[in-house]
């Protein structure tokens, strides 16, 4: 494939974060450099990826809003996320993969 062409989002494993005002923690499923976040709750979502476990996340951190997708290039060595809600609960999504097109 030429420069600069667009490889479309390949999954390779989803994990759901039960997400509240208080911070989730979940280790990522699956392989890639791409991690893809949905928040599924009805407020904005703040998350943080790395490699360590135990991330903690702000509301200072990457928001997604309500009902929204993110596909993030994080790299080979992210293998767990840190989630929060800005208000109430709710479910939130990181899918590991490779592509850069969702």
């Given at each position: 494939m030429s420069t600069g062409a667009n490889q479309?989002?390949?999954p390779?494993?989803?994990v759901a974060a039960s997400a509240s005002t208080t911070v989730a923690n979940v280790a990522l499923a699956g392989g890639g450099a791409a991690v893809l976040v949905y928040n599924?709750?009805?407020?904005?979502a703040f998350f943080r990826l790395g490699a360590a476990t135990g991330l903690t996340a702000t509301t200072s951190?990457?928001?997604v809003p309500p009902g929204a997708r993110m596909l993030v290039d994080a790299g080979p060595f992210v293998r767990n996320a840190a989630v929060v809600l800005?208000?109430?609960t709710g479910t939130v999504?990181?899918?590991l993969g490779d592509g850069d097109t969702y």
């Open positions: 479309p989002f390949r390779a494993g989803t599924s709750s009805a407020t904005t951190d990457t928001p800005s208000a109430g999504y990181f899918t």
